[in-house]
């Protein structure tokens, strides 16, 4: 059996007659490719089997991007070099999709199909800590302590006081999560309380009065925040309670996730 790929339907049966094989068992098939048109571009069976009962060559046929949001990286390349396409592949954080799917592509689905497309792919989420981020306030990082009996190995200690205390950081648009925990150091004074506001561009994204020996989990979705602020109020009846100076609020292991560009870019490490 020769091989007649790349050769237009009219030369690849004359080299399969001179061959030796019957024309009539030669079938033509269309096949959704972006190769050039009226060529074979492949063929059944493969070049050098012997005595086939059929030959059938596929001839391509104009190609669409087929839908491909959701599938895996290599269920997505696979279709597409099927029909002869050599994706390049874009990598960008979404927390919206499962790492290693496709998110979009390029062109979309049920455009005519280029030799070289674009798929973009869920990647891996890179973190920074807020410690190690440019603020603006009285938050200050941490290396250690704990808050309600869980270990902090980096975050945010922002002192109580009855007059509000904002801190502020300018995210750029460009992270997409806040994760942390929320509460009192533990070598706080423990009738301590604190009402902690964290807000995205003014959203909030927690609000509520946080006693000593008490927590609250954050993990919020900041796609697209611009500013994102902590307001930390003294909430006690306690009169001792943020005047000694050795009373904080914690945000306990904080980190932003996005991409490994937009952690770059903030000044952290991917």
Known sequence: ?????????????????????????????????????????????????????????????????????????????????????????????????????????????????????????????????????KGSGSCGPISSGSVNGTKVTNGLRCAISHVPATTYWILGRSVARLQGTVGIDDSSDTGAKAKVTITADGKPLLDQDIAYGQSANLDADITGVLRLEVTVTDASTSKKSGTSGTTYVVLANAVVLGSAAAIAALGGTP
């Open 1 to 133: 059996m020769p091989d007649v790929r790349g050769l237009n339907e009219a030369d690849a049966r004359q080299v399969l007659s001179d061959a030796g094989y019957d024309p009539s068992i030669v079938r033509i098939s269309k096949v959704p490719s972006v190769a050039s048109t009226g060529t074979v571009a492949a063929q059944d069976p493969v070049a050098g089997t012997t005595n086939p009962a059929t030959i059938t060559l596929s001839l391509p046929s104009p190609a669409t991007m087929p839908p491909l949001a959701g599938k895996t990286l290599e269920d997505a390349t696979k279709a597409l070099t099927l029909m002869g396409a050599q994706p390049a592949v874009k990598r960008i954080y979404d927390p919206n999709s499962t790492p290693g799917t496709v998110i979009t592509t390029d062109p979309a689905p049920g455009s005519p199909l280029s030799a070289a497309p674009t798929l973009t792919v869920a990647g891996t989420a890179s973190s920074a800590p807020m410690s190690g981020l």
